[in-house]
């Protein structure tokens, strides 16, 4: 499979291409190249299975990078490690990336691919709960003069203040995680969370506030804006928190903040000029 390089704006991407198509209308020719990051060559398309106990007790992140040894790849890891003992996680028919995902998974965090270079980041979905996502300062304020578009989707589920976090494996731990204790807010109670790597406060802790963050009420928004350095806008990145500004409504709503889920980029020749913009997906909570 070939690799391109893409440069935008400085910025840098190696796209391992997958599958190509083409379109022929006279002098017009155009094509298409569909393609992933070089770490998809962790998944199931690419690489080797395992199955087996892990014997020896070590960290998630020790266990997490243990998935790339021999492999010319590595992980960095960015969020709550915990300790699992031996003989506590198993696997089963599963690649690299599969296990990774797992362990990030279980403390409800993501994996991310760096742009070019061979490497994994494991990184916090939620570095605050979404309850406190507004008395957090934000990477970048973005004014409501360089915003493009706007479109938001509304998203209701229960206000949880307690869930069940409990492991399934023989050096299990659980507990109740709770967002207060005040009595008026003891229910309902989200979903429980199970999972054979909870064996640590630590991560019981990290999946429980991701599990409350998920309830409640939520907005979707999709913002269209320039990537231009010179305007100070520089390009998204995933779980940074972001300010978006935007006229004074009747209402006296004046825009929002939120965490950032999703980044893609838009390259245009416009008048023999290149024009860039990026469309982040933001996800803000609208609840106390």
């Known amino acids: 499979d070939a690799i391109v390089t893409i440069n935008i704006n400085g910025h840098r991407w190696d796209c391992l291409i997958e599958s190509y198509s083409d379109t022929r209308k006279f002098v017009n020719y155009s094509y298409t190249l569909k393609g992933r990051s070089i770490t998809s060559k962790l998944s199931r398309d690419y690489a080797s299975r395992k199955t087996g106990i892990v014997a020896q007790a070590q960290s998630a992140a020790q266990l997490a990078q243990a998935q790339l040894a021999l492999l ?18 198993t696997v089963s028919e599963a690649t690299p990336i599969d296990t990774i995902m797992d362990i990030a998974h279980a403390a409800g965090n993501f994996v991310e691919s760096h742009p070019y ?10 570095p605050v709960g979404a309850w406190d996502i507004n008395n957090q300062t934000p990477i ?3 004014p409501s003069s360089l915003v493009i578009g706007i479109t938001g989707q509304k998203q209701i ?17 659980g507990a109740i995680v709770r967002r207060t204790t005040a009595g008026s807010y003891l229910m309902p109670e989200a ?39 010179t305007l100070q806008m ?18 006296g709503y004046n825009g929002f903040k939120g965490i950032i889920t999703g980044v893609s980029v838009k390259a245009n020749l416009e008048n023999d000029a290149v024009a860039v913009t990026q469309t982040l997906t933001m996800d803000t909570y609208l609840d106390d």
């Not at 270079?117 to 939620?126: A, D, G, S």
């Not at 589920?157 to 869930?163: E, G, I, P, T, Y």
């Open 140 to 142: 970048v304020t973005v």
């Open 234 to 251: 520089p390009l998204g990145e995933l779980g940074q928190i972001w300010s978006i500004s935007e006229p004074v409504t009747p209402a």
């Open 191 to 229: 979903s429980a969370r199970t999972h054979e790597l909870y064996t640590a406060i630590e991560v019981l802790r990290e999946a429980g506030i991701a599990a409350l963050s998920e309830t409640g009420k939520h907005k979707s928004e999709t913002v269209e804006l320039p990537w231009d350095d």
């Open 117 to 126: 270079e061979p490497k994994l980041y494991i990184k916090n979905r939620w």
């Open 72 to 89: 010319p790849y590595t992980l960095e890891y960015q969020s709550v490690s915990w300790l699992i003992p031996g003989n506590t996680y």
């Open 157 to 173: 589920k229960d206000k949880c203040n307690s869930v069940a976090v409990s492991g399934t494996s023989n050096n299990a731990k």
